[in-house]
């Protein structure tokens, strides 16, 4: 099961693997993921399409966050 809303400056999935929300504000986004290997939140550009970018997988989400804080954003 997943349930996403993109049409507000708040932006929310729910899905079995977690929460995830987005708050979207003129000078950047933040991110709060709530998975069961524990909670995220971060502070994200503007634009940020992390999570659309890896289709609404939470797990995915969870894995590249870990590595972009382990290793630096990606350049692709």
Do not use: W
């Amino acid at each position: 099961m997943k349930i996403v809303s993109e049409r507000l400056p708040i932006k929310y999935l729910l899905s079995d693997h977690g929460l995830c929300l987005g708050v979207d504000t003129v000078r950047c986004s933040f991110l709060f993921l709530l998975h069961r290997g524990g909670v995220l939140f971060q502070r994200r550009p503007v634009g940020d399409r992390v999570v659309e970018d890896l289709q609404y997988e939470i797990p995915d989400i969870v894995t590249a966050l870990r590595n972009e804080a382990a290793h630096g954003p990606s350049r692709t």
